[in-house]
């Protein structure tokens, strides 16, 4: 097996059996949303600002590194069609429309360009670092992008309040987001495409 | 902490077909979107209120989901009462506030809340494996969409939160007594959590994947079937008959 | 004809590890075999490669003389395998419907599947349990539920991979009557474990792994007083005989 293998999953070499290969997919976009639910519980406090930080969305850049565009995708559509019907899976146990199109559904949206962002420029070409940073910082002013006007919209806000609201407050926990999720997929991503190569190939 | 808000009993609602179930809840919401009028609003209360007293859902849990929301209700409510223009309301001191604000906050009010009312009948009284098999049957008839595969990633997202949660749990506990708390970097307090967290449930995903195939995974699979009774059709035509009420 | 034979099987994986090197066993229907290690012995590697999870390096194996992979959904249902961690193979919301996946997999009709699972869930006793989540099941219970979750395949050969990990006494006892059960029914039992002392007394055969090599294959009271020199505990005590390994009374 060649170490340089491209870093899309959906391109294995021949030997590999179709349907063992969408079963492991399918196991993984399972767990990446699992994780996005359960980062939306999970709140770490930081030492400076009142606002701790949450980790839906870094679990969402992760699993835009970990699983690419398409897979990525689906992962993360999955989270936001289970929130609409009605599961608990947003932010500390809300669902339903009712957020979806709330004043923070934007960011909740935004997610969908996020992991979409992340998992295609991530996956173009040869795995690096830099690259993947890039994606990240794409992907998440696109986030913002959609969070803070849709807020601004939803609220009546001006554009100085939506921006006090929606993006100030949240901008050190991005960066700091961003920095752990490049060290992640440093040490786990090659790791995980092994596992999926050898489990795929047999 | 409850992820299911399934809560067992024997009604009517708990019977019903889901497939029924879920276009009902499905129309309601959409009637409580596009509701305009005054008397649209009381039906719709008036309808999901029943609901929720046939469904026999306990109060408390839906007050769980109304604290947050209510906040967000009432959030909502000024901004609009303060920022839409419009007429003062007359003998009311606060002149800054329009009526016609007042009454878009009150509409969002409204919607919102029958929008939760809905929700919480709708998994109150569903399964998660029924509400899996209903989107299943749903998704058949379309082309391109693997609903099999979907059904069984809903599964399994559900099986794995309490793992990945029990996991978590025993991790912070472990890490509390080696003092993690007095680790101020932030960076360094999320990578303890975020690093072993992806670690161990990536192992034991892929043991998941093997044990799925041991058996012989296939999404050419039985079906689920379903059968539906006069009842189901009643309740479909009454909200079927609120929705064009709103409508038209 | 042997039931199952592995012939020169090797499994290198890509980072270079060889986890298991040319094992030669065969397994007769009706056996109950034991196979003992220690840790990284390559025990579990073995297993899965008995229906065709993992594919050899090198070498074959055989399912009634034919090679597994010539029809490979068959031999998933003939060679039924348990694993080590049963939080990993249970996927249902549901007791029952965590049996049902399996024949739900094949595809049979409703009816049968039903009927499959009452059958499975009596026959591990869990049938009282059938609408309980299996995440709030005690570490015995779990691990029967895993074994009928096999058993709605309706397996020949059943591989149970560490059975005894993370059981209290009782547990012990419950899943240990039970692979006795199995084996009363007629299936052939392949029991993977380095805790012999507690169900040796009921196995046909003992055979040991060391770094992936097969060292050791033969009968229990002949094979046991070697099993220190790879790494597994002799349990036995001056005078004792191999029949007293057992935890059942
Ligand atoms: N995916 C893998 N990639 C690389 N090496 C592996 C992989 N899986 C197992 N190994 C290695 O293969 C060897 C055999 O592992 P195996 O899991 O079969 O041991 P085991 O006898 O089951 O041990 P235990 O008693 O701990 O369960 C070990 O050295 C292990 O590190
Ligand atoms: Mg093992």
């Known amino acids: 097996m060649s170490q340089n293998q491209s870093s899309n999953l959906t391109d294995m070499p021949t030997n590999t059996t179709r349907s063992s290969l969408n079963l492991r997919m399918t196991v993984y976009v399972s767990l990446f949303t699992a994780l996005i639910i359960i980062g939306g519980y999970i709140s770490v406090p930081l030492p400076f600002g009142p606002v701790p930080i949450v980790l839906a969305d870094l679990f969402v850049m992760v699993t835009g590194l970990f699983l690419g565009f398409k897979w990525g995708l689906t992962s993360v559509a999955l989270y936001l069609s289970l929130g609409a019907l009605g599961l608990p899976v947003f932010a500390s146990g809300t669902s339903g429309l009712a957020v979806l199109f709330g004043p923070t559904g934007g960011y909740l949206f935004g997610y969908l360009l996020l992991v979409a962002s992340v998992g295609f420029i991530a996956s173009k070409g040869k795995q690096s670092i830099i690259r993947n940073l890039i994606a990240l910082i794409i992907g998440n002013m696109l986030l913002y992008a959609i969070g803070v006007p849709w807020l601004k919209t939803v609220m009546n806000f001006g554009w100085a309040g939506a921006l006090a609201a929606g993006l100030t407050p949240f901008l050190p926990g991005t960066v700091i987001k961003i920095t752990v999720a490049v060290a992640l997929s440093r040490v786990l991503l090659p790791r995980f495409k092994q596992t999926l190569l050898s489990a795929s190939v047999k | 902490m409850t992820f299911f808000h399934y809560i067992h009993r024997d009604t009517v609602l708990h019977r019903m077909d889901g497939r029924f179930k879920l276009l009902c809840m499905l129309l309601l919401s959409l009637s409580a979107s596009f509701a305009s009028q005054l008397q649209h609003y009381l039906v719709l209360l008036f309808v999901v209120t029943l609901a929720l007293l046939i469904a026999k859902l306990p109060f408390k849990a839906l007050l769980k989901d109304l604290k947050f929301f209510g906040i967000l209700i009432l959030i909502v409510f000024v901004v609009n009462a303060f920022n839409i223009p419009g007429d003062p309301i007359p003998n009311f001191p606060i002149t800054s506030i329009s009526l016609q604000g007042v009454i878009t906050g009150l509409r969002f009010a409204a919607r919102l809340t029958i929008i939760i009312i809905v929700c919480a009948v709708l998994t109150g009284t569903t399964p998660l494996m029924t509400l899996r098999n209903v989107i299943e049957w749903y998704l058949r008839p379309l082309p391109f969409v693997p609903e099999v595969r979907i059904a069984t990633m809903i599964n399994l997202t559900f099986m794995l939160i309490p793992l990945i949660f029990d996991n978590f749990a025993e991790m912070m506990k472990a890490q509390k007594a080696r003092c993690v708390e007095l680790r101020k970097n932030p960076i360094k307090r999320i990578n303890f959590i975020v690093f072993p967290l992806l670690n161990q449930t990536l192992r034991r995903v892929d043991e998941i994947a093997y044990a799925m195939e041991a058996r012989c995974y296939s999404e050419v699979r039985t079906r689920a079937v379903f059968k539906s009774n006069k009842i189901d059709w009643l309740l479909l035509a009454i909200c079927l008959s609120v929705f064009l009420f709103v409508i038209l | ?249």
């Open chain 3, 1 to 249: 004809m042997a039931l199952l034979e592995t012939q020169d099987l090797t499994h290198i994986f890509p980072d270079g590890t060889v986890a298991i090197q040319n094992i030669n066993l065969k397994f007769n229907e009706g056996e109950f075999v034991v196979i003992a290690g220690a840790n990284g012995s390559g025990k579990t590697v073995f297993a899965r490669h008995l229906n065709g999870l993992l594919k050899p390096t090198k070498g074959k194996v055989l399912i009634d003389g034919e090679p597994i992979t010539k029809n490979i959904v068959e031999t998933r249902k003939k060679v039924g395998l348990v694993f080590q961690d049963p939080d990993s193979q249970i996927v249902g919301q549901t007791v029952a419907e965590d049996v049902a996946f399996g024949p739900e997999n094949l595809n049979l009709p409703v009816d049968q599947v039903e009927a499959v699972v009452k059958e499975s869930l009596e026959a591990v006793g869990l049938s009282r349990l059938s609408t309980r989540s299996p995440h709030t099941l005690s570490g015995g219970e779990k691990r029967r539920l895993a074994i009928a979750g096999i058993l709605a395949m309706r397996p020949k050969i059943i591989i149970l991979d560490e059975p005894f990990t993370g059981l209290d006494y009782p547990g012990v006892v419950q899943v240990l009557k039970q692979i006795i059960q199995l084996h009363k029914t007629g299936h052939t039992i392949l029991l993977i474990t380095h805790e012999l002392e507690k169900i040796l007394a009921h196995a046909d055969r003992l055979v040991i792994l060391h770094k992936g090599k097969l060292v050791e294959d033969g009968k229990p009271e002949d094979v046991i007083y070697r099993s220190e020199n790879y790494g597994v505990r002799m349990p036995l005590r001056d005078g004792e005989k191999v029949a007293a390994l057992t935890w059942l009374k």
